[in-house]
């Protein structure tokens, strides 16, 4: 069974439309084990019958922190997986050490840590180049973890579309997917690595067919007739 796991985003922008996208992908048969992670500040009107995750996660459980979100408070809205370190958070300036913090945070509470990796990279980029870099990234990332408890999502930043799944044009190969994710897979041994970047219901199968255990789907996962049909396909 793969794990395909919705980053919503700053998306919708209404409870309403919250209740809508949840209730219509309630509809959807899956044969996979998904993962909804709205706006934090919509989980606690989430009627899923998905899991839930949260697109961040502090390392403290509570204290002078203005505008963080904790373990212990997300724990509360039956949160089990947290994405950590995505390239659009690094963006704003998400080091390296906070990244290894939050992870070390999220496991603390038994909270699966979704880690993000592929910062910087360019389409340019070899296979070579890319490994050097996850190398890099992921052991400052790790640094003191225990591997088999982080589930790591390969995310080539230039294939991050621009939310809509039918405007895709950039995306990574199946087969350099693959490649990355059985190199995460053998230097790290963590318990499970994904890819994300402008999957969507047509070039989903190509990748889960492959030694790749999931998706991170951004835009796609949006568009409730879209997400059912990746999230039914038994891969
Ligand atoms: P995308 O986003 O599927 O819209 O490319 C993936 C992500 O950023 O996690």
Known sequence: MKIIIANW???????KEVRVLAAA???????????ICPPAIF??????????????????????????????MLKQFKVKYAIIGHSERRNLGETDHEVNLKVKAAIAAKINPVLCVGYGLTIEMQDEEVMSHLQEQLSLDLAGIDPKKVIVAYEPVWAIS?????KTKKVATPEHAERVAMFIRIKFKVAKVLYGGSSNAENAAGFLSREIDGLL????????????KMISIKY
């Not at 985003?9 to 409870?15: A, E, Q, R, S």
């Not at 009627?47 to 203005?66: A, V, Y």
């Open 217 to 228: 789907v951004g835009g796609a996962s949006l568009d409730a007739k879209e997400f059912s």
């Open 43 to 72: 989980l606690s009107v989430m009627k899923t019958k998905f899991n839930l995750g949260s697109q961040d996660i502090f390392w403290q459980d509570t204290g002078t922190f203005t505008g963080q979100i904790s373990a212990p």
């Open 162 to 166: 621009g939310g809509d799944p039918h």
């Open 25 to 35: 992908l309630n509809k959807a048969r899956s044969a996979n084990k998904v993962v």
């Open 9 to 15: 985003k700053l998306h919708p922008k209404t409870v």
